[in-house]
């Protein structure tokens, strides 16, 4: 089983940028899909961007424009470029995992709400905090 371990969060104005990362304890292959989910305070967790077994990506409709998902090939690290942030994006950012068919659309067919339930491995989560 692979270990996912985040990093890249932190403090910043609204409108700014940061870009988070996943590192994948071991190379993944094509057959992981993966993702970055979210969860402030007393809130669900919920659904950020996610990348499918072939390369297709998904977005939660509050991301948008803003935020860009992206995974390197090679090393399976997974990133989460985010740009015009909100207040409302302040919480903390999970990177998860888990087997997927290789090739071919799986987690990117479900609706956000749904991707938390898909995904059975999880990092220790990053903290992200935007300021008004």
């Known amino acids: 089983q692979v270990q996912l371990a985040e990093s890249g969060g932190g403090s910043v104005e609204s409108g700014g940028s940061l870009t988070l990362s996943c590192a994948v304890s071991?190379?993944?292959?094509?057959?992981?899909?993966m993702g970055w989910l979210r969860q402030s305070p007393g809130q669900e967790r919920e659904g950020v961007a996610v990348i499918d077994g072939d390369g297709s990506t998904s977005y939660a409709d509050s991301v948008k424009g803003r935020f860009t998902i992206s995974q390197d090939t090679v090393t399976s690290t997974l990133y989460l470029q985010m740009n015009s942030l909100k207040a409302e994006d302040t919480a903390m950012y999970y990177c998860a995992a888990d087997f997927c068919v290789p090739h071919k659309a799986t987690v990117t067919r479900l609706a956000p709400r749904a991707w938390s339930a898909f995904f059975g491995t999880w990092g220790q989560g990053t903290q992200v905090t935007v300021s008004s």
């Open positions: 071991r190379s993944a292959g094509s057959g992981v899909c």
